[in-house]
């Protein structure tokens, strides 16, 4: 049963800490995205990769988020320094790319359990 | 670029019941449209979508209808049960002309609850 896996699922960490989350996307899958969600905002798109490259990181606050692919099988996304307003569940999802020929692109999303990170 | 609206934002019905989620897009060139369930604690879930080249998908309790015309389409849930408890969101795929790539806008959501 393939899957998404995210860890830590959970983190707890003071302002101004650094913090990593990592994911592992779907083996095959050449499309990951970062998301984040809270009550106030929904979903937000942080960050997209096709091919390991990213493709759309202008959801990501600059100064402090950062998201990279390493290689197929590893997503990370780095925020230092952490701020209390970084708190809420941080998504990754990854999708194969369907390119039909001559015909349009379609994006399926199988999002992962999720990291719910608290700064303190 | 691709704006979607989701209605209600809160559902309530009674075991048995249908439940019928709405949302609207902006962007007619969007041709995907994808469901997802979130249950508390878990990430999203796709449940069912649907292409632009069709009307109407089921899938055993779940169906979703596209009027691409009108611009909206709907998730219909027959027969609800509690387990069917969750916050769905729909989202159209977009494709952003600066990047040259799709990528999906969701709605807000809806929190479900059947009552036994």
């Known amino acids: 049963d393939a899957r998404v896996t995210q860890t830590p699922r959970h983190k707890v960490t003071e302002m101004g800490q650094e913090v990593t989350m990592r994911c592992q996307p779907i083996l095959g899958h050449n499309t990951v995205f970062w998301y984040r969600q809270t009550m106030m905002q929904g979903l937000e798109l942080l960050a997209y990769f096709r091919n390991r490259a990213p493709l759309d990181d202008s959801g990501m606050p600059k100064d402090r988020f950062s998201a990279e692919m390493p290689d197929a099988t590893l997503a990370t996304l780095k925020i230092q320094p952490s701020e209390p307003r970084d708190s809420a569940v941080y998504f990754c999802?990854?999708?194969?790319?369907?390119?039909?020929?001559?015909?349009?692109?379609?994006?399926?999303?199988?999002f992962g359990p999720g990291t719910r990170l608290t700064v303190l | 670029g691709e704006n979607v609206e989701q209605h209600p934002s809160t559902l309530s019905v009674q075991e048995g019941d249908s439940a019928v989620i709405k949302c609207t897009y902006s962007?007619?060139?969007?041709?995907?449209f994808p469901w997802y369930k979130q249950e508390l604690g878990k990430g999203p879930q796709l449940i069912i979508d649907?292409?632009?080249?069709?009307g109407e998908k089921k899938d055993q309790r779940i169906a979703v209808t596209l009027n691409k015309t009108a611009k909206h389409f709907s998730l219909h849930i027959t027969e609800t049960q509690p387990e069917d408890s969750a916050v769905y969101f729909c989202a159209a795929l977009s494709f952003d002309r600066s990047g040259g790539y799709n990528k999906l806008i969701f709605g807000a959501g809806t929190r479900l609850a059947v009552h036994p």
């Open positions: 649907i292409r632009s080249n069709v």
């Open positions: 999802a990854s999708g194969p790319l369907n390119v039909r020929s001559g015909g349009p692109s379609y994006n399926e999303q199988f």
């Open positions: 962007d007619s060139a969007s041709n995907y």
